[in-house]
């Protein structure tokens, strides 16, 4: 229980730290990324809310000191290989918040990387709605997509199952 404790405490310390020198490693950070969010991504999943917080806000201060771009794409690459319910949504979240912006500078870019995980996680939109943690934000993610792409987003997700693309379709008419 001792160590525990003292384990959570330097954790906490360190991500204190981190979010400290964030804009001092700003030239580097590119060169670190992937590194970065392997340790870093796990604490998400923590039952304390303070690493949660703290871990979340250092990856929201790689948006103001990676290129963004290649954050989209480690993001994406979290969403692929993550299987932790509690945090594919803050993922989710960061990659639907920065779309837009990257979007207008690598339209292809996103296009390639995000429509794949509207695809894989469709589902979650069939079965739920979007009414669950995981859908609302697959669904967030779909809508600013389909404001992004337009109709060519509808035109990529036809390979889905006819119900599927129904489901999305219809979801997206209704939250957009």
């Keep these: 229980m001792a160590d525990t404790k003292n384990r959570q405490k330097i954790n906490l310390y360190a991500l204190q730290c981190l979010l400290r020198m964030l804009p001092h490693l700003e030239t580097s950070l590119d060169q670190v990324l992937t590194p970065f969010t392997e340790q870093l991504v796990p604490n998400l999943a923590s039952q304390r ?10 990856l929201d201060g790689f948006r103001v000191h990676v290129d963004n771009p290649q954050l989209v794409c480690e993001y994406c690459r979290i969403i692929k290989s993550q299987n932790n319910p509690r945090i594919k949504p803050i993922i989710l979240d ?15 870019l996103v296009e390639q990387m995000t429509v794949p995980i ?59």
């Design 49 to 58: 809310a303070n690493i949660v917080t703290l871990t979340s806000q250092i």
């Design 94 to 108: 960061k990659i639907s918040d920065m779309i837009r912006d990257v979007h207008e500078v690598r339209p292809k």
């Design 118 to 176: 509207i695809m894989d996680h469709s589902e979650c939109l069939v079965q739920t709605n979007g009414v669950n943690s995981l859908g609302s934000y697959v669904g967030r993610l779909a809508c600013l997509l389909y404001q992004c792409m337009g109709n060519k987003l509808l035109t990529e997700i036809n390979r889905l199952k006819p119900s599927t693309v129904g489901t999305i379709r219809e979801y997206l008419v209704a939250n957009t």
